[in-house]
């Protein structure tokens, strides 16, 4: 059950000045006390949010350009060592060349050395043989005959006969 009491509200103008001035008066205290270090605060946390975000931004771009940096330092160095590997490989194949080109002139020199040596033993040979053949020629001729062929005049004669067959 509800019970309805009427009272009347009578309102004072002198409360409620009283009253407005307290309440004006704290909001005034709690702005200085309380609202503004909070706006203060959140100011200085905006503001340090943005710098945060400024320095991310900074280091995000710095980092690119080192990057970048990076890439050219490797790709400048990979081009030195493109370089000399060339280098290096020019220099072995002309030290390979000046190898082959001395070792062909060696070969050239011990192979005319070695024809020049297998002509002399083949005339050394040749005059041997020849010698023989005047030596067993006249010792056949003896025998025919039965005189002997012993005078330098008829070595010589036979020494040419042989020359002029074809022994040399």
């Known amino acids: 059950m509800l019970v309805s009491l009427s009272i009347p509200v009578s309102i004072s103008l002198s409360t409620l000045i009283v009253e407005l001035l307290i309440f004006l008066g704290t909001v005034w205290f709690m ?26 931004d900074q280091s995000r771009d710095e980092m690119k350009q080192a990057r970048a940096e990076v890439q050219r330092i490797l790709t400048e160095g990979r ?15 002309r030290a390979r060349d000046e190898l082959v080109e001395r070792a062909t002139e060696e070969f050239r020199r011990q192979l005319d050395s070695a ?10 040979a040749a005059a041997s043989l020849q010698s023989r053949i005047v030596d067993i020629a006249l010792l056949a001729a003896s025998r025919v005959t039965g005189q002997s062929f012993d005078q330098p005049q008829v070595r010589e004669l036979a020494a040419s006969v042989v020359t002029q067959e074809g022994l040399q």
Not at 37 to 45: F, K, V
Not at 79 to 93: F, L, P, R
Not at 115 to 124: A, D, L, N
């Open 115 to 124: 024809r020049e040596e297998i002509r002399g033993e083949r005339e050394q």
């Open 79 to 93: 081009h030195h060592a493109q370089q000399q590997i060339d280098a290096a490989v020019a220099a072995g194949a």
């Open 31 to 56: 702005e200085l006390l309380v609202f503004r270090p909070i706006r203060s605060a959140w100011a200085e946390r905006d503001r340090r949010i943005q710098e945060g975000l400024s320095a991310s």
